[in-house]
């Protein structure tokens, strides 16, 4: 089984900054992409970013030059760096992962429980 924790959540108001972090562990042979998503009240689930294995990222055109992700391989760990933060970016964050949990079996997608991001104007 693979658990994916992420912590880093909070209240902060317009213009500040925050830092969520998200762990996979158990089983794991490989991980290729891992990303955020994030899901605001009475909206649909909303990719925020993905990086790859090798460093490459993709953001979303509304977080472009404000937030960043960045992976350590090694701890099978990702982060999200939100800076320039709005009210309308206030959602439940979630970490995704795909994984691959021995050579001889197909990638799956894991995700985090979430956390609670809420910006106040």
């Known amino acids: 089984q693979v658990q994916l924790v992420e912590s880093g959540g909070g209240l902060v108001q317009a213009g500040g900054s925050l830092r969520l972090s998200c762990a996979a562990s158990g089983i794991i042979f490989s991980i290729n992409g891992m990303g955020w998503y994030r899901q605001a009240p009475g909206k649909q689930r909303e990719l925020v970013g993905t990086?790859?294995?090798?460093?490459?990222?993709d953001y979303a055109d509304s977080v472009k030059g404000r937030f960043t992700i960045s992976r350590d391989n090694a701890k099978n760990t990702v982060w999200l760096q939100m800076n320039s933060l709005k009210p309308e970016d206030t959602a439940v964050y979630y970490c995704n992962a795909d994984v691959r949990i021995a050579s001889y079996v197909g990638r799956a997608d894991y995700w985090g429980q979430g956390t609670q991001v809420t910006v106040s104007s």
């Open positions: 990086i790859t294995s090798g460093g490459h990222t």
